[in-house]
């Protein structure tokens, strides 16, 4: 019996011995860190619900900082669902649209989000997104031309589909970013239409680019998650004086810290009926 014991013990022990270092972690390299004391800085607001590390936390106090309009999102490459920008979303009463190329995720949402998709808060479309038809799929999905949120994840030509979107302005728009590249340089991948990532670091581009291109589209770089993977971009005509500038690559990049999207943070995620209590 105790031997039982133990062996049961172990992997929870583990467990908690990893969350703790992550904790320790944060503690003294975000919360305690000069760099993040400015009320203006995203970072000091991060917390996970269902994002990949501290996303839900950024976007709640973006909208918190700029109000919200239509409660509407799109995101594209949201997985099974359960870990992505937008899901928390869901649970705070906003409608969306997700996109995403795996038959087995979608499978997957169609269960987990069930009663979402029937009521049609939520919409899911099957299909893999190319620069060449992503404004389609909006058209399809009847996306509101100025949307609040749009995420943009699908591990390759992220650079490129967000150039592509001319007849849209969300008010906030995610992209992730190669952190593995230096704030100074601008660097994109080719555009490959039938790209699918090999799991290495030719993928995406860097954050400089995306700075370039959000300017370009009217759009400044407000902040980056700690974790180093997704970049935060809002509409010029919303900054007034609520985010910390200069809008840079320079000023928000934050390096490669992918263990922290491994954080187990309280119980596996899972998504069913609930309400929400006035």
Not at 197 to 218: D, F, I, R
Request: with cysteine; glycine share 6%.
């Amino acid at each position: 019996m105790k031997t039982f014991l133990k062996s049961m013990a172990a992997p929870w022990q583990t467990i908690q011995v990893t969350e703790l270092q992550i904790d320790n972690y944060l503690l003294e390299n975000l919360h305690k860190n000069p760099k993040y004391d400015s009320p203006k800085k995203l970072n000091r607001y991060e917390f996970k619900v269902f994002s990949q590390a501290g996303e839900d936390g950024i976007i709640s106090e973006i909208f918190n900082r700029i109000g919200t309009t239509n409660k509407f999102f799109v995101e594209f490459g949201v997985g099974n669902g359960l870990e992505n920008n937008s899901a928390y979303l869901l649970v705070k009463g906003w409608q969306g649209y997700w996109i995403e190329g795996s038959e087995r995720f979608c499978k997957s949402i169609r269960q987990s989000f069930e009663d979402l998709i029937a009521n049609q808060q939520l919409t899911l479309k099957n299909t893999f997104i190319t620069a060449a038809n992503i404004e389609d799929l909006f058209r399809e999905g009847n996306v509101p031309t100025e949307l609040d949120l749009l995420s943009i994840d699908i591990d390759g030509n992220d650079y490129w589909v967000w150039q592509a979107i001319t007849n849209y302005r969300p008010r906030v728009v995610i992209v992730e970013y190669n952190a593995i590249y230096p704030p100074e340089s601008s660097w994109v991948m080719q555009y490959n239409p039938s790209h699918q990532w090999k799991y290495n670091s030719h993928v995406g581009s860097s954050l400089k680019a995306l700075e370039k291109l959000g300017h370009q589209k009217g759009y400044k770089l407000v902040g980056c998650s700690f974790s180093g993977v997704n970049a935060f971009f809002v509409r010029e005509d919303l900054l007034a004086d609520h985010f910390c500038s200069p809008f840079s690559a320079e000023n928000h990049y934050e390096p490669a810290r992918y263990f922290l999207c491994s954080q187990k943070a309280g119980h596996p995620r899972a998504f069913g009926k609930f309400k929400t209590i006035e």
